[in-house]
Each structure stands twice: as structure tokens, then as C-alpha cells.
């Protein structure tokens, strides 16, 4: 899927992310969304090789498990780029979109390949 798709679809995502979680998320419009979806494929493309690399023992002994550590930390190095119109209440709330939007892509990207 390219980059500007993957964009859309998390940009959709964190709309929706926050409607139905208001106290756990905080998106102010679906430009902010969009920016903050194209921020998170560039910090994914540029800043998470190297943060897996250093995570690869953790990684390799929670058996891939602590990716989601590194994904919901992505979101939340996302969220202090963006500023204060694309927000998290905390950590687990970052930790909970991480994984929605794991599941997302991977059904958007199954579905695309067909």
C-alpha cells in the first residue's frame, strides 16, 4: 500500500479513535489527522528502524509483543510533534490506538492485495 493510502487510512482511524474514545483521545479536525498520520509514516520510516534495532533483545524475549510498546511510543512521539490538537490522555490510550491501527492496516492491507 503507499504512503499516501496508509496516510488516508490513519488519518480515518484517528477520527474515528477519537469519536469513540473522547476521554482517551483528542484529534481537533481531520486536517490535524491527516497531518499527524503523514507525521507518524515519516517518524515510522525514519525514527523506528533504529528504535527496533535497540529494542531487538526486549523484542526477541516478549516474543514481538513489546512492538506495541514501540508503536504506541511512535504515537506519542507523534502527538509532541503535533502539539496539543492531536493528544493522548495517557500512554495506555496510545498503547490501545497502536493496536487498533495495527489491525486496521493489516485487514486494509490484505484487502488491497486481493
Avoid: C, D
Amino acid at each position: 500500500m503507499s504512503f499516501w493510502r496508509r496516510a488516508l487510512v490513519n488519518a480515518v482511524v484517528f477520527v474515528s479513535a477519537a469519536g469513540f474514545f473522547p476521554q482517551a483521545f483528542h484529534v481537533s479536525s481531520i486536517w490535524i489527522s491527516l497531518l499527524a498520520a503523514v507525521i507518524l509514516g515519516l517518524l515510522n520510516m525514519f525514527v523506528k528502524p533504529i528504535l527496533l534495532l535497540f529494542s531487538l533483545p526486549i523484542t526477541f524475549m516478549t516474543l514481538g509483543l513489546f512492538y506495541f510498546v514501540i508503536n504506541g511510543f511512535m504515537l506519542e512521539l507523534t502527538s509532541y510533534l503535533v502539539g496539543s490538537s492531536f493528544a493522548f490522555a495517557n500512554f495506555g490510550a496510545a498503547f490501545l490506538l497502536a493496536l487498533v491501527l495495527s489491525l486496521v492496516n493489516i485487514v486494509i492491507t490484505n484487502y488491497l492485495k486481493r
